[in-house]
C-alpha cells in the first residue's frame, strides 16, 4: 500500500534537494489542496494543474521555490524538512487546542484535514476545529 502524500512530500524534498526547478505529481484533489497550502504560504512559488502530452490524465506540476543566501549567490530550499504525521496504518487526529503538540518545535506549519476543509494550523485553531494532523513543513 503505497501513501500518496508521502510520495507528494517526499518528491518535492528530494526534488530541491538537488535543486531542480520543477517537480511534477500524479494529480488528486487532497494532493492539489495540500500543495496549494504550500504555495499559500510561501514554500513553492507556483501550483497547477496540468494534462500530460496526449492522455487524459492530469498532473500537478510545482515550481519550486529557492532563497539566495550570501554574495555567492548560493541558493538554498524553501523546504527544509517534511515530516508525514497521520499515515495510512495510524491516523493521528486532534483537536483544535492539541494540534500544535505535533509540531514538535520546528516552526513552519501543520496541514490539517478537518470538516471544514484542508488548512493549516493557525487557520484550525481560528476557526475552532480539529481533525486529521496530515503533515509538518518547515
Not at 12 to 21: G, L, R, S, T
Not at 77 to 96: D, L
Not at 99 to 125: C, F, L, N
Request: contains cysteine; aromatic residues 6%; positive net charge.
Amino acid at each position: 500500500m503505497t501513501d500518496p502524500i508521502a510520495d507528494l512530500l517526499i518528491r518535492i524534498k528530494n526534488a530541491q534537494a538537488v535543486f531542480h526547478e520543477t517537480v511534477s505529481v500524479p494529480f488528486s484533489t487532497m494532493k492539489f489542496k495540500i500543495a496549494k497550502i504550500l504555495e499559500r504560504e510561501g514554500f513553492v512559488e507556483l501550483v497547477e494543474i496540468r494534462r500530460k502530452r496526449s492522455k487524459a490524465k492530469k498532473i500537478i506540476k510545482i515550481i519550486l521555490k529557492y532563497t539566495e543566501k550570501g554574495l555567492g549567490q548560493e541558493k538554498i530550499p524553501a523546504i527544509s524538512g517534511v515530516e508525514r504525521i497521520s499515515k495510512p496504518g495510524r491516523r493521528i487526529y486532534a483537536g483544535p487546542k492539541e494540534i500544535k503538540k505535533y509540531g514538535k518545535g520546528r516552526g513552519g506549519i501543520i496541514i490539517v484535514s478537518t470538516p471544514k476543509g484542508i488548512m493549516t494550523d493557525r487557520e484550525a485553531r481560528k476557526q475552532n476545529t480539529g481533525g486529521e494532523v496530515i503533515c509538518q513543513v518547515w
